[in-house]
C-alpha cells in the first residue's frame, strides 16, 4: 500500500511532491517545543490531485520528516515574498 498524506486513513496515496519555495508552517497554538514557522521542506500531493498537505522537519528530533498536520491542522501558510513582512519570520 503506498503510504499516506498525514498519516490518515481518509486521505489519498501520496501522488507526487512538489519543492517548497520558501514557505513556513505558521501553527495558531504554539507546538509543546516552543517551536513555530517551520520551513516547509516539499508538498505532497494526493492522488486526487487536490489534497496538498506541507511536509516540515520534525519538532521531536529534528531529523524526521512529518507532514505538518501530525502537529496540528489549525495552522497557515506563509510565504516571504507575498505576506506582509511583520507576519512571516524575519531573514536569519
Not at 509543546?32 to 500531493?45: R, T
Not at 516540515?56 to 505576506?83: F, G, Q, R
Request: hydrophobic share 35%; charged share 10%.
Amino acid at each position: 500500500m503506498p503510504p499516506r498524506a498525514g498519516g490518515g486513513p481518509s486521505l489519498p496515496p501520496i501522488n507526487g511532491m512538489v519543492a517548497a519555495a520558501r514557505s513556513y508552517v505558521h501553527f495558531t497554538t504554539v507546538p509543546a517545543s516552543g517551536h513555530n514557522d517551520h520551513q516547509v521542506l516539499f508538498w505532497a500531493v494526493g492522488s486526487d490531485n487536490a489534497t496538498v498537505t506541507p511536509y516540515i522537519v520534525s519538532v521531536d528530533d529534528s531529523k524526521s520528516v512529518i507532514p505538518a498536520t501530525l502537529i496540528s491542522t489549525d495552522y497557515t501558510i506563509h510565504n516571504p515574498y507575498s505576506e506582509c513582512p511583520i507576519c512571516v519570520r524575519p531573514e536569519a
